[in-house]
């Protein structure tokens, strides 16, 4: 105990010189440095960070056999010891430095609020103490249905900790999402993954990759013949449109927000009659088009306005050959939705949209055979069965916390 206090006067000591020589070199020409420029640093055993408003460390607690301390010392800081969003501990502390070593069982998360003279607003920062220890990977399921998605949660991540994950039913390079130590990640199983065993391969770096066996269960698509009037067949499926189309979504899709713009379910954005369904093949006019159907046909009269299913950022709005009037809208997490053959549009690229909110107007623009909304969402790679998304937020399983 006197040893533990030695060594936190010393590093207190050394970190105030630290400070002071830093101030010297950063603020030579400034004659006199006002207290907006001082940088409080947290220290954690030999560990130090620099705190700022932004600052959301992630310090190992294994490593720490000493108590927090703050320096320089403020006048007052106010603290928050939380565990799971519940507090444990809370205190505001004056002209007094040091904070008790917070339990080594799970995440601890600190907020310090610091008070520094002669400063009118406190400093605030939020970290994360948690001891040493592998990276935990959480699945939703283990068995699948093509369209459905695996959504996979990583928990104990070190700051800066890169995941990778690959699954031998889908080739793609899926992006990870991190909040707070954690690593999430939403997977799809494509439309025409055939039922079968598949291994899903996850890796935290540093770290041994571990196999997890992932069933994916037969699912029965109903083949539906369409027919179509021969010259909007001729006229809308022709290389360039489909140039055209692929050109856009590549565009559009690359930006993504790191985390999702949305907390609750999707709704339908349209209340029409279902007359295609996800996955569905087809034969155009007697011919298979050698593909699945990506989301829904909703028909329903020209002019019924088309609500956003989420809340999110318009990536595309205008008009194609294949697709006619198009919209594309962002969620953030790599999550699209995408909506075709729309009669008008009533929103731009850039704008950011409400959930329900009035995106334009069913029609019968592009590839189509009469006034209907089609409806798809795209995720990571592939477009997943919109029921994934409407029945239920998949942010719940993730847990992501509060911004
Ligand atoms: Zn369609």
Known sequence: MKRGFLTILLFFLIGSAW??????TEHRAEPRPTVESLRPMIQFGRTHYALSSKTRPWIEAELLSDPLSISPVPASIEVTYSKKGKTIWHSTIENESILPIPEQDGMTEIKVSLLYPNQNSPMESRFIVAPRRDVDFHLNQDTF???ELVLIRAEYLEVGQELTASGNWFVSDPQWFYQNGVGMLLYPIPSSTKDGSYQLTLAAENER?????ITVTPRNFVMQPLIIDPNINATTRTDNSYEEFHNMLLKSRTVTEALPLFAEGFILPVDGRMTTEYGQGRTI????????HSGYDLAAPTGTPIKATQAGMIRFAGELILTGNTVVVEHGMGIFSQYYHMDDLAVEAGELVQQGEI????????FSTGPHLHFCIYVNGAYV????FLTESPLGFLQLLPQ
């Open 145 to 147: 249905a093509p369209g």
């Open 19 to 24: 400070f002071a020589g830093s101030l010297n």
């Open 385 to 388: 069965d919109p029921v994934v």
């Open 359 to 366: 995106i334009g107007t069913v029609g019968t623009t592009g």
């Open 285 to 292: 006019n007697g011919v298979p088009s050698g593909s699945r």
């Open 209 to 213: 990759a571990i196999l997890i066996p």
